[in-house]
């Protein structure tokens, strides 16, 4: 079992938290975490989004000032 320390909401402080066994087959890289101090369950959630492009603009100039 994999062991981390997290914030627990229910415990109000930082606890060890261990990934139980996975019947999905994560092993240690299970998202479901449970606080061993009060049992509290915990779901680390990661996911990719796809990163967009601004269209390329040709920027202009600045306008030059003349003297009058």
């Given amino acids: 079992m994999s062991h981390r ?7 109000e402080g930082v606890a ?8 999905d ?9 449970i606080c061993t101090g009060c049992g509290a369950a915990v779901v680390v959630a990661t996911f ?7 269209a390329d603009r040709r ?5 030059r000032r003349r003297a009058a």
Avoid: I, W
């Avoid at 060890?16 to 019947?23: L, S, W």
């Avoid at 087959?25 to 975490?33: A, N, Q, R």
């Avoid at 990719?48 to 601004?54: D, E, H, I, N």
């Fill in 5 to 11: 320390e997290l914030y627990c909401d229910v415990c």
């Fill in 16 to 23: 060890a938290f261990e990934a139980p066994p996975c019947v």
């Fill in 25 to 33: 087959g994560h092993g240690t890289d299970c998202p479901e975490l």
């Fill in 48 to 54: 990719a989004s796809p990163v967009t492009r601004l």
């Fill in 59 to 63: 920027r202009r100039p600045p306008a």
